[in-house]
């Protein structure tokens, strides 16, 4: 997804060296994964995905910069 996006990712493995590196593959494994309606009651409308959120934005750039050109 990162490609995608034009972003640059660094895959980190599960052993990396650091206090918190058991962390990793508790993450990986959705160990603190938990949905709750907390965001979308506080921004009083539902929640979007990252993605969905950042290619809206570049839509409306690029929307933007057209209609600025002509």
């Not at 206090?19 to 990793?24: E, G, Q, R």
């Not at 990252?50 to 050109?69: C, G, N």
């Amino acid at each position: 997804m990162a490609e995608a996006l034009g972003v640059s990712y660094r895959e980190v493995p599960d052993t990396a060296p650091g206090p918190m590196s058991w962390l990793n593959a508790q993450v990986r494994a959705g160990a603190l994964e938990r949905q709750t309606p907390d965001l979308e009651q506080v921004l009083g409308r539902p929640a979007e995905t990252m993605v969905s959120r950042v290619l809206a934005h570049i839509s409306a750039a690029s929307t933007a910069t057209t209609s600025m050109a002509g």
